[in-house]
């Protein structure tokens, strides 16, 4: 059994090998924390996209579609808060010379406290067995208590400092706990100091007045910006929600990890604008709906979880997390945000313009409240991604390495494979994929045996390898190989379309 990092190391070198994701500028060596979505990637990610619109446009009445621009108004982020307040604190390793997120290290180290106290309840649990009381455990027990005080009075201390902008005290707190570098292995920090994230770039000519803009850190800000222009073109009434799906741009420090914290990545997000005092109502709504979504691409439920925030970001009054178990470990995968009025209001201030909203029930004009979902494309493709990477010892002894992608998201749902490339079986098999390609992505291949076929399909993720051989060119039958089973079925060369539809669903 492969450990969690040699197992994240396969995925990525398979995702290369297959066509899924390679390193941005490979041949100059890279670069860091850029990728490109290969052929088969791109089938993916385009999956991914078009299930979440649909599930949040095309269901919803009441949620319309924008796609803004990337580069906006330099205001917009003086206004958002992203350019005095978006920032991660970092430190350096005087050793290693390796730079860390401030507050990283420290969630870290608490990490690793709530360990101890799970393996210690795990211990409890196996010398109790069934008489064991988890509830009175973990309330009762000395060391188990001690840690749970150790955490708490971490989070008392650190999240105030943060908020205070108290960065001396940050370092101060990781010298306490006696952090230390995973490199090195030395206390030997640098002071902390805030970075911000946001790209900068240049608009207009060198020659002319040019003026410094930001690549957008997030997809947000154009709905907000947008919120009267799509309000009254859509006519959309409150409670109502625009969606969005578009590339943000962050300068991470660390930016490891694959798919998962990168320089440029995507976001899909979607902020649903309602009466204030019901921001909470909502909230909670969006918050379960998401998670059905979640669920709802095919994925087991105990990969999931929620973290509510204990440090809100500076618009928010309550957000959470949905968290996905990565082979990296649980990590946020869509955040849920409960933004008040601040970003309306403060693109009212700032622009002088008014964001308000006529509640023809209410008879009165008011800015919005506004509940957001934003998420990570990037990272529910490295979700669907690892956790279908399976390594499989055959029955014959054999071994393949099958992508069990969830059929409507699979990038291929058919390979259209003629046993041989002779005897007319390609042009038959021709005609067989000139059928279906207009309803599914299709591959057609000849080259090779159909044992090597069928494993580089399975490498694929395609959920079906349909067989022409000369028995197909007598009676018009085929044989369907269904990718998890292995089980070849022979079945009516025109009921293929029929087969396809009932298993992919969708
Ligand atoms: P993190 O705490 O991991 O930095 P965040 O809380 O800053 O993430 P949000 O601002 O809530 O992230 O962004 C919404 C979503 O965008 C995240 O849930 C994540 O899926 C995605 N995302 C954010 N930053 C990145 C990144 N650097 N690379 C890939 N996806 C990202």
């Known amino acids: 059994m492969a450990s969690n990092e040699e197992l994240f190391k396969k995925i990525i070198a398979h995702a290369k090998e297959y066509g899924f994701v390679f390193p941005s500028s490979e041949i100059y060596d890279g670069l860091s924390a850029v990728y490109d979505y290969g052929p088969f ?28 621009a990337i580069f906006m108004h330099p205001t917009v982020w003086k206004a958002s808060g992203h350019v005095d307040a978006f920032n991660d604190p970092m430190i350096d390793n005087k050793d290693s010379k390796k730079r ?31 008489t064991f009381d988890e509830k009175m455990f973990r309330e009762t027990n000395p060391r188990v208590q001690e840690n749970l005080k150790k955490i708490e009075e971490i989070k008392q201390r650190f999240y105030p400092a943060l908020e205070r902008n108290d960065l001396a005290d940050v370092k101060l707190l990781i010298e306490e706990l006696g952090i230390v570098c995973p490199i090195s292995g030395s206390r030997n920090w640098t002071d902390v100091r805030q970075f911000n994230l946001m790209f900068s770039t240049q608009m207009g000519s060198v020659n002319e007045d040019a003026n410094a803009i930001y690549l957008r850190p997030e997809t947000a800000q154009g709905i907000f910006v947008n919120f009267l ?27 490891r990890q694959f798919l998962f914290r990168m320089r440029e990545f995507e976001q899909m997000e979607m902020q649903f604008f309602v009466r204030p005092g019901e921001e909470m109502k909502w909230y909670s709504y969006w918050k379960e709906e998401r998670m059905k ?78 509940v957001e979902t934003s998420i990570g494309l990037d990272r529910t493709f490295l979700a669907v991604l ?21 059929a409507h998201l699979a990038p291929i749902k ?45 490498a694929l993720g395609t959920p079906f390898c349909i067989t022409i051989d000369h028995q197909s060119l007598q009676d018009n039958t085929v044989t369907i190989r269904d990718r998890d089973s292995m089980k070849q079925e022979r079945i009516g060369m025109d009921d293929v379309s029929g087969i396809l539809r009932e298993k992919i669903g969708r």
């Open 100 to 130: 860390y997120r401030a507050d990283v290290l420290v969630e870290d180290f608490i990490l690793k406290i709530e360990d101890k106290i799970e393996k210690e309840v795990d211990k409890a649990a196996n010398r109790f067995g069934d």
């Open 229 to 255: 222009n799509v309000q009254k073109s859509a006519r959309m009434k409150i409670p109502f929600g625009i969606a969005q799906i578009g590339k943000a741009f962050r300068n991470e420090i660390v930016a």
């Open 386 to 406: 690892s956790n279908s990477y399976h390594e499989e010892k055959l029955e014959d002894g054999s071994e393949r390495v099958v992508l069990g992608i969830p």
């Open 41 to 68: 990637g791109v089938e993916l990610k385009n999956n991914i996209k078009a299930y979440w619109w649909k599930s949040m446009v095309q269901y919803h009445e009441n949620i319309v579609g924008l796609d803004s």
């Open 293 to 370: 979504w979640h669920l709802s691409l095919g994925m087991s439920e105990d990969k999931y979880r929620f973290h509510d925030h204990d440090k809100l970001a500076h618009y928010a009054n309550a957000a959470a997390d949905i968290e996905f178990e990565f082979p990296i470990g649980f990590k946020e995968i869509e955040g849920i945000h409960s933004r008040t009025d601040f970003d309306l209001g403060a693109h009212q201030e700032y622009s002088g313009k008014k964001m308000q909203y006529f509640d023809p029930e209410l008879n009165e004009s008011y800015v919005p409240y506004v």
């Open 414 to 458: 058919a390979a259209i494979l003629p046993l041989m490339k002779k005897d007319g079986l390609p042009e038959k098999a021709k005609e067989l994929l000139d059928t279906l390609k207009y309803d599914y992505r299709c591959f057609y291949e000849e080259k090779d045996t159909i044992g090597k076929r069928y494993r580089r399909m399975d």
